[in-house]
């Protein structure tokens, strides 16, 4: 199917699991973002990807991992799950190319976490 | 932290009124853009508009920005119900990151 891709769409988990949200799109975009999204509160950067292999802190990265191996991929490794970290997390990808760059980000149906 | 802010936090109508939304945010951007989110969905991209632009239209939505005050705003004319969810402004900055705010809450009245 065309489109971003997240799995699983539920997961509970327990307190030090670790934990691997997946993304996948079909767009070949150079670039892709996790998101956390927290109850009455926007969107907020965990980390970007701007190219295979290149990877950068957002706004909130402690606790988190990623990697990059492939375009299409972009998987949120949780290492030791916390309570803090339940949330709805969205994975996002735009083309941002430098001769007409898009800018706008095509969202995942998101990812809903909760660590108990 | 450099959050845009909507204003209202929630607007609730009538169907076939205006809805108006308002935007302001701190730092010089590279464009704004506005996104729908319906509730337990991800979001979705409506409209997108340059620091050179002052407005810009799309079938029933119309969006402005005035750089100099730091502030933008959606307008969504005749509502339906299918326009209840959350919209948030993202202003994009220097950095080509979008700036997130909590969204304001739009609920549609039969």
């Known amino acids: 199917d065309a489109g971003i891709t997240q799995s699983p769409r539920y997961k509970i988990t327990e307190t030090g699991r670790q934990v691997t949200l997946m993304c996948h799109q079909t767009?070949?975009?150079?670039?892709m973002f996790w998101y956390r999204q927290d109850l009455g509160h926007g969107l907020r950067l965990i980390y970007y990807s701007a190219a295979a292999d290149i990877t950068d802190k957002g706004e909130v990265p402690d606790g988190y991992v990623v990697s990059r191996s492939k375009t299409e991929n972009f998987p949120l490794t949780l290492e030791s799950a916390t309570r803090s970290q339940t949330s709805v997390y969205f994975c996002?990808?735009?083309?941002?190319?430098?001769?007409?760059?898009?800018?706008?980000?095509?969202f995942g149906p998101g990812t809903r976490l909760t660590v108990t | 932290s450099q959050q845009g802010e909507e204003d209202p936090q929630a607007l609730s109508i009538q169907e076939g009124e205006n809805a108006t939304m308002n935007c302001s945010y701190k730092?010089?951007?590279?464009?704004l853009q506005w996104y729908r989110q319906n509730s337990g969905r991800g979001l979705v991209h409506l409209i997108l508009?340059?620091?050179n632009e002052r407005e810009k239209h799309s079938g029933r939505l119309r969006v402005t920005l005035d750089t100099s005050k730091k502030s933008s705003s959606l307008l969504i004319t005749a509502s339906r119900a299918a326009d209840t969810a959350s919209y948030f402004c993202a202003p994009m900055d220097s950095n080509y990151q979008l700036i997130w705010g909590a969204g304001t809450k739009l609920i549609i009245k039969p």
């Open positions: 508009i340059r620091s």
């Open positions: 767009w070949s975009h150079s670039y």
């Open positions: 996002a990808s735009s083309e941002s190319g430098l001769v007409n760059p898009s800018y706008e980000q095509y």
């Open positions: 730092t010089s951007i590279n464009n």
